[in-house]
């Protein structure tokens, strides 16, 4: 029988702070009908002083645990998709292993930014196909808001905080059906986040937030998500109307909108959760899959699509028989 990786768990967390468009109307030069007419946005959660992404990693992985009914310490691989770690290392994967109280497991970071639980995902699922692990955690959790430039109205009114987990297991049934993850570092200047303290000289002066040409970032990722849904769709041999659930990263409702309709889907059949989370990056997708699996929306056997876009430009998707 061929070895395939079933979702047995999940779980997500997201700071108690809400900070509203009208908050950030005091900070910039903007306003409520602006960002949610051209975002979608209304709210966000802004993390505590205390919280990191290994903490709030921590409270998702346990609701994930919980949920599959497994002792953490059966968990082969940890894999925490991040671009705001704790520390530059150890990586948030190994802090997250200690707090989890595991001893023996493997455990890593994947930097491919909003797209990182998907990389995360694709790499667990060659694990498990490949009899490497039997029991794989994912985690998403990001504090974007430590990395914004609060005075730049470009980024600021996106951005939130929070952690999303899911738990693979090995299984003889069809469970991810096929991942599809692909990056192109030419684009780089359009979205980044500079890290000063080991820039060149000549870089020294940039600050560490995030920047972005959001525009063209835009333009870019309503077409490749386009692309990514017929690669996804033809490895498969299914059509359009074969898939129950589209979870996509939560950056922007029109490109959210634009897949959506490529696919011939009803909003309806859309995760949304991007009004009162904004874009928490590489949390965002499993944050969406958590809610939808726990508020009885996502049933056993139904296809799921999740796919998600982020700096690099990296891009990916999963495909699922939940
Ligand atoms: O998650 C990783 C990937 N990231 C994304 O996918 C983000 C993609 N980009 C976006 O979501 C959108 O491009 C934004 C929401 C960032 C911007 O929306 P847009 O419709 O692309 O606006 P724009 O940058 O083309 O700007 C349109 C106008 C400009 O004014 P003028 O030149 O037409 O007078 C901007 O200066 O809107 C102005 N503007 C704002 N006005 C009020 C830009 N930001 C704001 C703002 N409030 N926050």
Not at 22 to 36: A, F, G
Not at 246 to 274: G, Y
Request: aromatic share 6%; with cysteine; net charge negative.
């Amino acid at each position: 029988m061929k070895r395939c990786a079933r979702v047995i768990g999940s779980g997500g967390y997201l700071p108690e702070t809400i900070r509203t468009n009208e908050d950030i109307s005091k900070l910039v030069d903007t306003s409520d009908s602006w960002i949610v007419e051209r975002t979608g946005i209304k709210t966000r959660r802004i993390a505590g002083e205390d919280e990191t992404a290994a903490s709030m990693a921590e409270i998702a992985a346990r609701q994930a645990i919980e949920m599959a009914s497994i002792e953490a310490g059966e968990i082969d691989l940890i894999i925490v998709a991040t671009g705001s770690p704790d520390r530059v290392y150890p990586s948030t994967g190994c802090i997250l292993q200690h707090r989890l109280e595991i001893q023996q497991c493997v455990a890593f970071d994947v930097q491919a930014a909003c797209s990182g639980s998907i990389f995360a995902m694709s790499i667990a699922d060659q694990y498990i196909k490949t009899g490497a692990a039997d029991k794989v955690l994912i985690i998403g959790s990001e504090i974007c808001s430590r990395l914004i430039d609060w005075t730049d109205r470009g980024t600021c009114i996106l951005f939130g905080d929070g952690a999303g987990a899911v738990l693979l297991e090995s299984t003889d049934e069809p469970g991810i059906l096929s991942t599809h993850i692909h990056s192109d570092g030419g684009f780089e200047d359009l979205l980044y986040c500079p890290n000063p303290q080991v820039a060149t000289a000549s870089a020294k002066d940039e600050k560490g937030v995030i920047t972005m040409k959001g525009n063209e970032v835009f333009k870019v990722a309503v077409n490749t998500l386009g692309r990514i849904v017929d690669e996804t769709l033809a490895t498969n041999n299914l059509d359009k109307s074969d898939i129950d659930w589209l979870v996509p990263h939560q950056a922007n409702t029109r490109i959210i909108a634009a897949t959506a309709r490529k696919l011939k889907m009803s909003m309806d059949q859309v995760v949304l959760t991007l009004e009162n989370q904004g874009n928490t990056s590489s949390a965002s997708v499993l944050l969406a899959f958590n809610e939808a699996i726990r508020d009885g929306r996502i049933k056993r056997d139904q296809i799921v699509l999740l796919e998600a876009f982020g700096a690099g430009f990296t891009w990916g998707s999963a495909l699922i028989k939940y």
